[in-house]
């Protein structure tokens, strides 16, 4: 079963697709992962919230 990036590049990518994200139904979830979001141990932020009040204070100074 296609993910739903793919279904959406193939989508945007072709005129004519073999199948369409319509045609596929979910049966169960397989898997999970969590998402994480690693800092500099030296960048004074505990939380995403934190993270976001540093950058809107500093636009374009923290390094990417």
Known sequence: MPNPGSSAINLALR????CRPED???VTL????PIMLLTSATLPAANLNE???I???KP???PG
């Open 15 to 18: 005129a004519k697709t073999p």
């Open 24 to 26: 596929f139904a979910s």
């Open 30 to 33: 397989l898997g999970w992962s």
């Open 51 to 53: 993270l976001m009040a």
């Open 55 to 57: 950058a809107r204070a």
């Open 60 to 62: 374009g100074q923290l």
